[in-house]
């Protein structure tokens, strides 16, 4: 079953997620974040194999979609169960 991702409309909080930016609803690319501007509007995709560095604006259409870590934490991404009283990582 597919995660369900999100409208991020602050940018900020997203610094090192993994995220998809999207113009008109439509996947431009999927990927981890830089970097932010103090004022939200632009944010830097990093260097991913053979995809450069990217930066987007939100003055330009793009939008930010992200999965919320408490459906998609690493229990749950690695099938496993958490057990109650364990701290997980």
């Not at 997620?17 to 981890?32: A, C, I, P």
């Not at 632009?42 to 939100?58: H, K, N, P, Y």
Request: proline share 3%; charged share 25%; net charge neutral.
């Amino acid at each position: 079953m597919k995660n369900k991702l999100h409208l991020q409309a602050d940018w900020l909080p997203v610094i090192g997620e993994v995220v998809e930016v999207r113009l008109h609803n439509q996947l431009v690319r999927k990927g981890r974040i830089d970097c932010v501007t103090s004022d939200g509007q632009i944010l830097w995709m990093a260097t991913d194999g053979a995809d450069a560095r990217s930066m987007f604006e939100r003055s330009r259409g793009y939008s930010v979609w992200i999965e919320y870590s408490w459906e998609t934490g690493p229990a749950r991404a690695q099938g496993s169960e958490r057990i109650p009283g364990v701290v997980h990582q």
